[in-house]
């Protein structure tokens, strides 16, 4: 028990590690947290020394977290949450109100959820009203009123003075490894609904290019079109988060998809406190991150 109360886990340690899964390396964390490269490996090596492991693997082709590093992230994401949850409820006002939220699939698909149950435990007299829908669904929904505010997706060309902006990502065609696109042949095309705007994108992009495409597949959810594409019925258009190691980017032959803007869209409506905290959490989590990561 004495050895135990000697040692510790410091919260930034965890966080620099925590960086290093969200964004892909020590760098790219370094260039998230605001230090110098130098200054996360030394984080990262005070907390190997300290468990006695080795967190990170640091031989070419291999993963970049080791066994006891992934371990370790499982236990850091918790404590990260909990401690940023504590800080949060020192610093709360009191709010109160009604929020109706809109969002996409992706969206509601990844830790977003997390944030959003956080604010429910930090403000318990805020009530939530969230609906998941397709963006162009969305914006029509936000036209009418029936909403406060959504985080949708658009073209990054489309993003207006006043959208928050989260994130951008980029959008790709993909294929299974082993499916064989027939020259001269129209493309096998895997879709989702007509209230999509990938899809309205790539029939009108086609028309003007000579790419002929015939949807063989219709699907209004993201997993279903990978199952899709993964199955080897054809080609789909997918955002990044989408796009394993069992895809295939196919990066010629076919028009370059414009990048994806990921933001918060608001009504005309007066401004709403509970809301304005709600879309401060969820813009500083994203930023401290990069990325809102699909849930496992």
Request: hydrophobic share 40%.
């Amino acid at each position: 028990m004495v050895e135990l109360n000697a040692r510790r886990l410091d919260i930034d340690a965890l966080r620099a590690l925590w960086a290093i899964r969200h964004h892909g390396g020590v760098t790219r964390a370094a260039e998230a947290l605001g230090l110098s490269q130098s200054a996360v490996s030394h984080k990262i090596k005070r907390l190997e020394t300290g468990l006695d492991c080795d967190l990170l693997s640091r031989k070419p082709g291999t993963p970049t977290f080791t066994a006891r590093g992934e371990d370790l992230l499982q236990y850091a994401g918790r404590i990260l949450g909990l401690h940023d949850e504590a800080l949060l409820s020192f610093s709360k006002s009191p709010l109160a109100g009604r929020i109706t939220l809109g969002m996409t699939e992706d969206m509601a698909c990844s830790d977003l959820s997390r944030i959003l149950a956080r604010f429910r435990r930090l403000h318990p007299e805020v009530t939530v009203r969230t609906k998941v829908r397709m963006s162009l669904v969305l914006r029509s929904l936000l036209e009418q009123g029936e909403m406060d505010a959504a985080i949708l997706q658009l073209f990054d060309h489309e993003v207006r003075p006043t959208d928050t902006v989260l994130l951008r990502e980029g959008l790709h065609w993909v294929k299974s490894l082993d499916f064989v696109l027939t020259p001269d042949a129209p493309i096998p095309f895997l879709s989702f609904d007509d209230d999509c705007f990938y899809r309205r994108w790539a029939f009108d992009i086609g028309q003007d290019s000579g790419t002929v495409l015939e949807t063989v597949f219709e699907c209004a959810s993201a997993a279903g079109i990978r199952s899709g594409v993964l199955s080897g019925l054809g080609i789909a258009l997918l955002n990044g988060r989408y796009v394993t190691s069992d895809m295939e980017i196919i990066d010629t032959d076919l028009p370059v998809p414009p990048q994806l803007a990921y933001v918060v869209r608001r009504t005309r409506k007066a401004r709403n406190p509970a809301l304005d905290t709600l879309i401060a959490e969820i813009t500083s989590e994203i930023n401290r991150y990069g990325t809102l990561v699909l849930a496992s």
